[in-house]
């Protein structure tokens, strides 16, 4: 019944927009439609396509044929075509320069003379390639192109030039309309790396997607730019997570800054996909609303997100994040702040992404703010997603023009200094008001303040003595040593760039001295960086309940001045990766390399078993695999660390986050984490160890760019001593290396639940290692099949092998035959956060 009435309450809305169509219909100036192929004009809706006998352009070539078919299933203008066998083109008058859409019509019909399936052709304009090699066969039903393209000369050419010698081209209807030139904004964001893109509003764009979320079909004749927008429905991943909303009243363009109905008309303003609120308060429920696309890998878009806060009834109620594909776009956005503080309010955010090669699926999803206090809920009212011809690299328009300009470009640019300095002035009043006042709604960002566990702040005691001191806050939680950053400062010469030993998404990795020779490595945080406070609390929380000697030791941590800095062990022998390539390193042996897998095994192992709930690591890859001076392998940076279900739940809700290369499929599909996840990233962490080359590199032929599938098509053809790093290729034994290859096979399972879990990774490992000895009585079988029951030196790792700490005082020092590396964490950047 709830359905049947929200049915009808859109079909109203929808007539109600109609008219209002009707009554603010854009005029454009340029507005040339054309029934190619026919002789006679064809009325769709309220527009007319006109014969293409028409003075109004010229139509330039010298051959052309004109065909029809009798099928009436399909609409009037795909029931026409113009046909091409040289190179021609269509000249149109433009009296408007700026921003047109071109819109073609194909489709590839069977006639008595000609098959246009068999077509091939290009399309371009004196500025830009449209369509390259277009094969018709691809237009075997009709097929709708559209371009925004940015217009500078007084005559539009439009050439369609068949590839192929017997080829030819066709066309069965074109649209050249003028639009608003603030349709396009000339800036964008970018998510990775974040920043600003400048240059948009010249950019040739195509449209790949335009969705209506949460509401029903838009047609030309209810949108004053005459677009077509979807519903979203077939592209949600979980419809469980969402609902459609809808809205009666009128949407507030005059309060909006410059949204009007050609950006996007008011019946997309007036529905919306939200967040299922129900689901969403279930206790530690964290989940996001996910749409996923079909897009190119290695190409370039520009997203642009519709929003309308039609679901409050006051104002800041409604904070949410927005997400593109494993990346943070928007944290804890307020439409109440960013539509003028009126509700209903339309409002538009644009971001340019660059797809990776080897990436074909586009998400975007919205999810629960991470601000306290605040109802889980988000919403998206509409989305574009429009193809970009350029590469999509931020990069600034440079101003092109002769000595007479210097002049204008000095005026502006100090006119731009003195406009920021009176901004800063004003921020800085603001923020001291706001200090002051410490009343009134949320803020709408986290700032950089003292770290704190269940609502104390931690006061920073460091500085009173040589090392600093041990902190513990809330229910005995030991943070573990607390230091001044005036000794950080003097450990690491002042942050010196030459004592710089990495760079990760967190920021710098410095070596350091403590006053008592003790060599630590220091992991600053940067403010610009895309993590903050979250990825700090989260490691100071794990590492300091967590002891194993295969996992990292964290020494202590400081917040004064709003830094936030990290304190571990140093790690004499660096990161495994730099050991496998990369760098001059010497050679590991392939014994050598078991061993350090099995330690890794065993860290991980410890992380998912070894608390009352699993602690599911989420950025596992050789680069967070650290070596001591002994080669012993420690697992680090836990800054994206997840606690697993609860017991009565099979995996957790959460955006995608992790390094591309390494993550899980169905994590990345579905959005569900589980320790399994793990598995697969070490899966291919086993795979970097036997090839000792990258996960992800573009420089390589197509079908060896990714080492997970590449290597994957070597072990089901049982040639993966093919593949294997050539310096160690004459080392192996063959029972290690199958039994080595299979249990890879089975961490690389799509489905989770084809994966085993950690501890029977750990079994095989060391099985491989007994194996490549030659020294154990076991026979070659097919061991990971049966994994009935666990070695007793697996059993017991826990009790072993790793030791719970509650306080990080002098007593730390009884851990030396545990903890038996000197550790640093996240040397190299993680690629997918």
Known sequence: MF???????????????????????????????????????????????????????TLTTSTNSMANTSSNSVSSLYQ??????????YSFPIKQQGRHFIRLYFFAFSSQSFKLSTANFSVSTQDSVLLHSFPANSASTPLFKEYSVNITHSTLILSFVPTANKSLAFINAIEVVSVPDNLISDTAQTVNPLGNYQGLSVEPLETVFRINNGGPLVTPANDTLWRTWQPDQSFLLDKNFSKPVSYSGNINYAASSGVTREIAPDVVYSTATELVSTISTTQNARFNVTWQFDVDAGSSYLIRMHFCDIVSTTLNELYFSVYISSYSAVSNLDLSAASANVLATP?????????????????????????????????????????????????VVSPQGSKANVGVIVGAVL????????????????????????????????????????????????????NGTTATLGQNVSLGYQFSFAVLQEATNNFDEAWVIGVGGFGKVYKGVLRDETRVAVKRGNPKSQQGLNEFRTEIELLSRLRHRHLVSLIGYCDERNEMILVYEYMEKGTLKNHLYGSDLPNLSWKQRLEICIGSARGLHYLHTGQAKAIIHRDVKSANILLDENLMAKVADFGLSKTGPELDQTHVSTAVKGSFGYLDPEYFRRQQLTEKSDVYSFGVVLLEVLCARPVIDPTLPREMVNLAEWAMKFQRRGELDQIIDPRIAGTIRPGSLRKFGETVEKCLADCGVDRPGMGDVLWNLEYVLQLQDAESGFTDVDSITRIDELPTQVQNINTTESVTVGVLDQSANDLSDVSMSRVFSQLVKSEGR
């Open 3 to 57: 359905a049947r009435m929200v049915e009808m309450g859109i079909y109203v809305l929808m007539m109600f927009m109609a008219v209002l169509y009707v009554c603010n219909a854009f005029t454009p100036i340029d507005n040339y439609l054309i029934d190619c192929g026919s002789l006679s004009n064809t009325t769709v809706g309220q527009r007319t396509f006109m014969a293409d006998t028409s003075l109004s352009w």
């Open 80 to 89: 026409k075509a113009r046909i091409f066998t040289n190179p021609s083109s």
């Open 347 to 395: 409002y538009y955010m644009d971001f340019v992404v660059k797809m990776d090669d080897g990436l074909s699926k586009l998400n975007i999803s919205i999810g629960p703010s991470s601000l306290d206090n605040v109802l889980p809920d988000g919403i998206l009212n509409g989305l574009e997603i429009m193809k970009m011809n350029s590469s999509g690299t931020a990069h």
């Open 415 to 466: 006119g731009a200094v003195a406009a920021l300095a009176i901004a800063v002035c004003i921020v800085f009043t603001l923020l001291k008001r706001r200090r002051r006042s410490r009343m009134g709604r949320k803020p709408n960002t986290k700032a950089w303040l003292p770290f704190s566990i269940n609502g104390t702040i931690s006061q920073s005691l460091g500085s009173r003595f040589s």
